[in-house]
Structure formats: C-alpha cells, structure tokens
C-alpha cells in the first residue's frame, strides 16, 4: 500500500535518476536564475531537452519558472499597438537567437515585467498605447 507521500518520494526519486537534471540542479544551485538558452549552452543538451528536464524537476517542485506574457496582458488589456508588439516581438526572437547571457536576460525580463505592470495599472501612460474601438 502506497501512501502521497511514498508516492512523491518515488516521483522525487525518478525525477533525480537522471543525471542531467542532477548538473541542471547543481549548475541553478551555483549560479541561481537562468534560462533554458542559457542553460543549454553550459550544458551537454539541447534547449528542447532542457525545458523537458526543468518541467519534471517543476513537477516535483524542485524548480520553479516564470513567464512574463506582455503580449497576453495588451490582448487581455484590448490594447493594440502595432509598435508595441513589434518591439516586444523583436526582444523575443533576439533572446531566443542569441546566446544567452544572465546579466542581459534578468534586466530585459524585468523590463518587461515592469512594462507589463505598468500597462495593467496606467495603461494611457504608456506611449503609442491605443484602447480598441
């Protein structure tokens, strides 16, 4: 007979059998925050193969994510601006191109936390912002 905890542990356990999650375990232990770009690049794996490890280690709440979702908070907002998503656009495909790096990763995620935050509480205080019609 199983109890939630022998289950867990058994997840816990499986989830730590496999050596490359141990070194992103060990590299996010050291180093703290970074990216699954990021991470591939230290590590002998594909980003794709990253982002699977990190979701299991999630599941058995050895890590945590964050996803900041501009784009969500202008449709959710009914805000359209052709720019604005223009800009953010390219700061995506630019971060998911180049070769990661925490010291530009961290303040741009911020960035945009921020101008998300700012867009939900002000959003007229935002240039080029336009409600829908």
């Known amino acids: 007979m199983t109890t939630p905890l022998l289950d867990h ?20 232990g050291t180093h703290g925050v970074a990216t ?41 907002l009914s805000v359209m601006s052709i720019a604005w998503m223009a800009i953010i656009a390219v700061l995506v495909v630019a971060q998911k191109l180049l070769p990661g790096k925490a010291a530009l990763d961290v303040p741009l995620a911020l960035a945009i936390v921020g101008l998300g935050v700012l867009i939900i509480i002000a959003p007229t205080s935002v240039p080029g912002l336009m409600p829908s019609m």
Do not use: K
């Not at 590590?43 to 050895?62: D, I, K």
């Open 9 to 28: 542990a058994d997840e816990l356990l499986a989830a730590l059998a496999e050596p490359n999650r141990r070194l992103l375990l060990e590299r996010l």
């Open 36 to 76: 699954a770009t990021t991470l591939a690049a230290e590590l002998p794996v594909t980003r794709q193969a990253v982002t699977q490890h990190l979701a299991v280690l999630e599941s058995v709440s050895l890590v945590s994510s964050a996803r900041a979702g501009l784009m969500l908070i202008l449709v959710a």
